[in-house]
């Protein structure tokens, strides 16, 4: 079942003229959709969406709170591309991390999460026809927003037996009408942290076939097992096609304060902060204190959120390791997701993901939903705690002891 067809069943979809073509071609990602059915099924746990089960730490809630109750204008707009302090903030923590200065007054504009940074950086560089490749699996909801720009994704596939980057399939994606491409990394959906030789292998190409380059860093803080993380940011010769967007949600359990933000070239900030003008004027700015809070006070609870994040991949590790039979799956190396294929012939990740969410009562995202290269895969999100965790998985072996696709297999 597709993913318009599950939101219609679930009685989301209203018939209407006059919308957009622009509009009318997208739809609502999966990954949002399924915790919306789950809500009418009830009773479910959820491997689902990735919100990470950590409460903001007490501090940022401290900050905000005292700023609220000292600062008259504390709930007012702020400059548009965020309170000057913040970007002084983050460029200087960036200009650490990428070994070089940021200008915290050129190049970097605090944005609702990186949600907002990834559409006003695709709605600055990308044009009607134009192609962005996506390597794929790929995170849903770039492929939502290069189609509202008008363009057209073009998924060039990564190495099943590790979901790294295959720049080869990348270069024979290349036409004449390519424009961009996007990447994630660590990466949504596949837990993949791709080497540092392939990205400086990507970044050739983009340079040499004059593609700008969509760094999607949400994850930047979050890999495993002691590996070396790279980001594209930290190339200068990259600088001019690069814009890179950052988010505060994961790293500091801010999921649903909506801050993050873009670092890019002057030349192409500019644009971009006329696209988050229109569309939002300006990041929260109670959230923004929080962001400043976050980035000043003390880093022990980006270290404890790693940890706790490692044992629980770890646990779901464990747990799909007795299901050998039903599913594989590669190890994550980061981020906080795991693709699992499952071994059913002949039934599509949405359908299998609608049952195992009706009849287990288990929240899980439809690969397909990442690209075509997605199919034939669930992704597990293991933000959750470890008791829900073992519950999903208590209840999804239940299934499958049951054997829900008898006529199948
Ligand atoms: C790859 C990726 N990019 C962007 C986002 C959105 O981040 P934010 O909450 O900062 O808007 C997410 C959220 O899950 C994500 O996984």
Redesign the pocket.
């Known amino acids: 079942m597709s993913t318009r067809s599950a939101l219609v069943a679930a009685g989301k979809v209203y018939q209407t003229g006059g919308i957009s073509q622009r509009v009318k071609q997208i739809s609502i990602s999966a ?1 949002k959709e399924m915790p919306l059915i789950a809500c009418k099924v009830g009773d479910c746990v959820s491997l689902g ?2 919100i990470p089960s950590f409460p903001t730490p007490s501090h940022i809630v401290e900050a905000v709170c005292s700023v609220m109750r000292k600062d008259p204008h504390a709930g007012k707009y702020t400059l548009g591309p965020g309170m000057p302090q913040l970007r002084e903030a983050v460029a200087g923590r960036l200009s650490v991390h990428i070994g070089r200065p940021v200008d915290p007054d050129t190049e970097i504009c605090i944005t ?7 559409l006003a950086s695709i709605l600055t560089v990308v044009e009607r026809g134009d192609e962005v490749i996506l390597p794929s699996p790929n ?1 849903a ?1 770039h492929i939502e927003q290069v189609l509202l720009a008008e363009g057209v994704p073009v998924f060039a596939p990564l190495f099943v037996e590790d979901w790294q980057l295959n720049v080869e399939a990348i270069r024979d994606a290349i036409t004449p009408r390519t424009k961009a491409l996007i990447l ?1 990394n660590p990466h ?1 959906p596949t837990g993949a942290n791709f080497s540092e030789a392939a990205l400086r292998d990507l970044a050739a190409l983009a340079r040499a076939h004059e593609l700008f380059v969509i760094s ?1 860093e ?2 930047d803080f979050l890999v495993y097992d002691n590996q070396p993380h790279f980001s594209l940011t930290s190339m200068p010769e990259l600088k001019d096609r690069l814009i890179a ?1 950052f ?4 790293k500091y359990a801010m ?1 649903g304060w ?3 933000y873009v670092y890019s070239s002057a030349a192409l900030l500019d644009h971009i902060m006329k696209i988050h003008d229109a569309a939002a004027i300006c990041a929260p700015s109670l959230s923004q204190h929080a962001a400043l809070e976050a980035l000043q006070g003390p880093q022990d609870c980006v270290h404890e959120i790693r940890l706790a994040l490692a044992a629980r991949r770890d646990l779901a590790c464990e747990r799909l390791d007795r299901m050998v039979d039903f599913f594989d799956y590669i190890k994550p190396q980061g ?1 906080y997701y795991l693709m699992a294929r499952y071994r059913v012939p002949g039934v599509d990740s949405m359908e299998f993901a609608l049952r195992l969410l009706r009849e287990a009562r288990v929240v899980t995202i439809p690969g397909g939903a990442f690209g075509p290269a997605g199919e034939n895969h669930i992704r597990l999100s293991f933000g959750g705690t470890e008791a829900e965790i073992n519950q999903a998985f208590d209840r999804i072996e239940r299934w499958l002891a049951g054997n829900p696709f008898a006529e199948k297999i």
């Open positions: 990954i969406q990735g609702v999460g990186a949600m907002e940074a990834l995170y909801s994630c949504n999607d949400t994850y967007t988010s505060f949600s994961k999921t909506r801050v993050g981020a």
